[in-house]
C-alpha cells in the first residue's frame, strides 16, 4: 500500500450499529465493517449511502405463528446535518436530497442521502430501504448514485476511485460520464476515462438474483441523465442490467470469496468489453464482533473456555428474557441465523427426524434460530413458521429469536458452541456470519462454499460437511446427502468432541481463533482492495488478472446447479 488514493464507497445499505437500522443483511453490514476497517486504518475512504426512514422490516412472530411485519420510521435526530442540498431530476420533478453525516461509530465519514424531511414532495424515495416497486427502487438508485456524486461535489471531496458495492450504485458511473460530456468529451471519450476511476464488487452468485430494469423505465424516470437509448444499451444491454453495467463501467471488478469468483466469471462470460474479474475475501471487523474478553484472553494465552461460557450464560440469559425458553449452558448450542431464503436452508437438520429427535429431546443439543423473511416471500416466511413449530415442539431445545438484527447477531455468533451454515452451493457468495463465529471461538459447522473454501480445516478448526459425503450416496440429491453427512458430523464429532474430550474441544477454539482474526478481518480485505482494486495500473491490473487467468484455468470447472434462489 504505497498509494493512498481517495476512496468513495457507494452502497444501498449499511449496518453499523443496530441503533441505526438502514440495513438488511449481509451486504450492509460488510458496507459497514468497512468503514469501520477503513477509519481504524486511517484511509482516506467515505462512505455514501441513503437515510431510510424505515429499514426493509421489523419482524415479529404473531399468534399463528407466522412472522409479520411491521414498519416503524425513525427520526435520526443525532446525525449531522451537513447543511448540503443536492437535486436529482427524478421523473421530471427536481428533487432535493438532504446530506447528513454519520461518524460516531468510529467509521469512516459516511454520508446519506435523504429526500425525506418534513417540506420534502418526495419522501416516498428514501422511505423504505428495498421496498416498493421498479420505479421505487430506480429513484432510490438515481438518488443514491447521481445524487452521490452530486453530494461529493458540493462537499468538496476529492476522489480517485469510486467503488460500488453492488450493482445498485451504477447511476453513478452514468453521472460522471454526464460530467465530463458536459465538459467536451466524447461518450467514448468519458466512458473510457470513467471507466478508470470506478472499481465494482458484485455479490450474486445467481443471474435471476442480478436486478434487472426496462429502458423505457429509465427513460420515463430521467435515469438516462442526459445520455441516450443507444450509449445506455452499450452500457448496461436490453433490458438494462445493473451488474453488467458494473462489470463494464469498472476497471476491475471482485467476486467476494475465491469460489465467487469463479461463479461470477462463468456467469457472466457472454458479457463484452467487461472488466477483469477477481476474488477479494470478504472480511468482518474486529472489533465489533469479537468478543473483547475471549481476544484478551487469546491474546494472553489464557484459557478460552471461561470468556466462552461467560459469553454462552449470556446467550442464554437473553433468550430466557426475551422468549421465556430454557437453555442449559452445559449443554452443546449450535446457533444458525440468516435470512430465511430457501437456499439457505435453515430447516435442513430437522428433515430427518429420527436423527434429531431424540437429541433434542434428551437436551443434547439445543438449536438457537433467527432470521428474518423479505415482506413478500411468503416461501420465507413458511420456512420461519416451521422452525417457530419446531420451538413449540421442542420447548427448551429449539429456540426462535424474532426480529434478527446486529445486537442479535451479536449475541448469537459470540454465545453458541457451533456455528451451522448450510446452504446450497454455489449460492452463498461469501458468507460473513461465520467468520464472525470463527472469531470467537465458536466452531463453523458448514457446507464448502464462499468463504468456506478458504476457512477451517475438517476436524481441526470446525467441521466441513463436503469433507464427509460418502460416493455411495451420489445418486441422492444435494439435500439428502448433506443431511446425511450433517448428522453424521453431529453424532459421530460433534457430541464426542463437546462432552467428552474438552481438551480438544478448546484446541478447536483456539485453532478457529488463529484461522480468522487476520484473515477474515475487514482490515485485511481493506488492505486487499487497495492493493488489488484501488492502488492498480491498467498495465499492472493486466499482469495480476493474466496470472490470475492461468491459476483458475487449472481450477475444476465450477458445477451450477439449477435451482431457485
Ligand atoms: C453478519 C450478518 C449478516 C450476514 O451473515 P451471512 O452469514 O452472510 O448470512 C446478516 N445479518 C446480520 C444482522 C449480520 O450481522
Known amino acids: 500500500m504505497q498509494n493512498k488514493p481517495n476512496i468513495a464507497y457507494f452502497c444501498m445499505e449499511y449496518g453499523l450499529d443496530e441503533e441505526l ?3 438488511s443483511g449481509g451486504l450492509g453490514v460488510l458496507a459497514g465493517d468497512y468503514l469501520k476497517a477503513a477509519a481504524d486504518l486511517d484511509l482516506p475512504v467515505i462512505g455514501l449511502g441513503i437515510l431510510w426512514e424505515q429499514d426493509y422490516t421489523q419482524q415479529y412472530i404473531g399468534e399463528d405463528g407466522r412472522p409479520y411485519d411491521t414498519f416503524p420510521t425513525f427520526d435520526f435526530d443525532f446525525l449531522t446535518d451537513t447543511g448540503i442540498t443536492v437535486t436529482v431530476n427524478i421523473e421530471g420533478e427536481e428533487v432535493d436530497c438532504k446530506v ?3 461518524d ?5 465519514p459516511l454520508y446519506l442521502l435523504d429526500t425525506n424531511f418534513p417540506e420534502s414532495e418526495h419522501g416516498w424515495i428514501t422511505s423504505k430501504l428495498y421496498g416498493g416497486d421498479d420505479k421505487d427502487r430506480l429513484a432510490q438508485e438515481m438518488v443514491l448514485g447521481i445524487g452521490g456524486v452530486r453530494a461529493l461535489r458540493k462537499l468538496d471531496i476529492d476522489v480517485d476511485k469510486y467503488h460500488f458495492n453492488e450493482g445498485h450504485a451504477v447511476l453513478a458511473g452514468v453521472e460522471l ?6 465538459a467536451g468529451m466524447s461518450f467514448d ?8 476511476e470506478i472499481v465494482f464488487t458484485t455479490h450474486t452468485p445467481v443471474r435471476a438474483g442480478n436486478e434487472i430494469h ?17 450509449q445506455m444499451k452499450e452500457i448496461g444491454d436490453n433490458p438494462f442490467n445493473m451488474t453488467v453495467a458494473g462489470l463494464r463501467l469498472s476497471s476491475i471488478t471482485n467476486g467476494v470469496s475465491d469460489l465467487h469468483q469463479e461463479t461470477t466469471k462463468e456467469m457472466w462470460k457472454d458479457v463484452d468489453d467487461k472488466a477483469p474479474i477477481i476474488g477479494i475475501t470478504n472480511g468482518v471487523h474486529a472489533k465489533t464482533w469479537q468478543d473483547e474478553r475471549i481476544k484478551n484472553a487469546y491474546e494472553a494465552g489464557e484459557d478460552l473456555w471461561q470468556p466462552h461460557y461467560e459469553l454462552k450464560q449470556e446467550l442464554v440469559d437473553y433468550v430466557k428474557e426475551v422468549d421465556g425458553a430454557n437453555l442449559n449452558p452445559d449443554s452443546l448450542i449450535i446457533g444458525f441465523a440468516r435470512r430465511t431464503a430457501p437456499y ?22 439445543q438449536l438457537v434460530f433467527s432470521g428474518k423473511a423479505h415482506p413478500n416471500d411468503d416461501t420465507g416466511k413458511d420456512i420461519v413458521q416451521n422452525l417457530v413449530q419446531m420451538e413449540q415442539k421442542y420447548t427448551d431445545s429449539v429456540v426462535f429469536l424474532e426480529n434478527y438484527d446486529m445486537d442479535i447477531a451479536r449475541k448469537m455468533v459470540r454465545g453458541s458452541d457451533v456455528w451451522l451454515n448450510n446452504p446450497r452451493r454455489p449460492l452463498e457468495a461469501s458468507g460473513t456470519s461465520g467468520m464472525k463465529a470463527a472469531m470467537n471461538g465458536v466452531l463453523n459447522l458448514s457446507v464448502v462454499d464462499g468463504w468456506l473454501a478458504e476457512g477451517p480445516e475438517h476436524g481441526v478448526s470446525g467441521w466441513l460437511i463436503d469433507e464427509v459425503l460418502h460416493e455411495e450416496y451420489n445418486h441422492l440429491s444435494e439435500d439428502e446427502q448433506d443431511l446425511r453427512a450433517l448428522h453424521q458430523i453431529i453424532y459421530d464429532e460433534v457430541i464426542p468432541t463437546y462432552y467428552e474430550n474438552h481438551e480438544e474441544w478448546k484446541k478447536m477454539m483456539q485453532a478457529s481463533i488463529d484461522m480468522s482474526h487476520e484473515q477474515f478481518s475487514a482490515q485485511r480485505m481493506v488492505k486487499e482492495y487497495y492493493d488489488r482494486l484501488y492502488n492498480i495500473t491498467s498495465k499492472e491490473r493486466d499482469k495480476d488478472f493474466e496470472a490470475i487467468e492461468v491459476i483458475t484455468e487449472s481450477i475444476e470447472e465450477v458445477h451450477f446447479p439449477q435451482h431457485e434462489m
Do not use: C, W
Open 214 to 230: 426496462e429502458h423505457r423505465l429509465l427513460q420515463h424516470m430521467k435515469a438516462y441523465n442526459s445520455l441516450n437509448y443507444k
Open 189 to 196: 471519450e468519458a466512458k473510457e476515462a470513467t471507466r478508470e
Open 344 to 365: 439457505k436452508r435453515s430447516e435442513l437438520i430437522f428433515r430427518d427426524a429420527d436423527a434429531i429427535d431424540p437429541l433434542l429431546r434428551e437436551g443434547k443439543i
Open 177 to 182: 460520464i454526464r460530467e465530463k460530456m458536459e
Open 21 to 23: 437500522p438502514i440495513y
Open 100 to 102: 447528513r453525516l454519520v
Open 104 to 108: 460516531k461509530y468510529d467509521n469512516a
